[in-house]
């Protein structure tokens, strides 16, 4: 069975509350349920981690190395800033895809760079909360053929 590592970074357990305008109407709870359900039906092995610390995420990121076989992540801000996640992800070198809720580069000028996109499989923008739906089945379909 494939195993998935999913983070979510700080504010997006306020998805739902924060800005609906931009981030959409989906709560964090709901946005959990869609990504687990979607793991069922595809059979992959989740686990979920939310933090609004940087270290807590880079811990789980280092932790991953032992079990997971990739990594779907949305570092929110952290994605701009974060130089600690960037060369975490570098580390483990495991499958990783990026998602952002919004379309960063239509977005404030500081958004519009990820320092951790330069070392992630792929990146996805710009699709609400079905980023994320997305995110999983490349990383299925990533890691499947890592194992051929």
């Given amino acids: 069975m494939i195993k998935v590592l999913v983070i979510h970074g700080p504010n997006l357990n306020m998805l739902g509350v924060r800005e609906p ?3 959409g109407q989906d ?3 709901e946005l959990n349920d ?4 979607l793991a069922k039906q595809l059979q992959i092995e989740l686990r979920l981690h939310h933090s609004n610390y940087e270290g807590k995420i880079v811990d789980h990121i280092q932790e ?3 079990w997971a076989d990739g990594i779907l992540i ?3 801000a952290l994605s701009h800033t974060s130089y600690s996640i960037r060369d975490a992800l570098a580390a483990v070198r495991l499958p990783t895809i990026e998602v952002h809720v919004t379309n960063i580069y239509a977005r404030d000028e500081w958004r519009q760079r990820s320092v951790i996109a330069p ?3 792929g990146v996805i923008v710009g ?3 079905n980023g994320y739906l997305l995110a ?3 990383l299925k379909t990533i890691i499947e053929a890592s194992r051929r």
């Fill in 64 to 66: 991953a190395l032992s």
């Fill in 34 to 37: 869609k990504i687990m359900n």
């Fill in 127 to 129: 699709l609400g909360t």
């Fill in 74 to 76: 949305n570092a929110g």
């Fill in 27 to 29: 709560s964090f709870n």
């Fill in 136 to 138: 999983l089945e490349g």
């Fill in 21 to 23: 305008e931009i981030y």
């Fill in 119 to 121: 070392v992630v499989t």
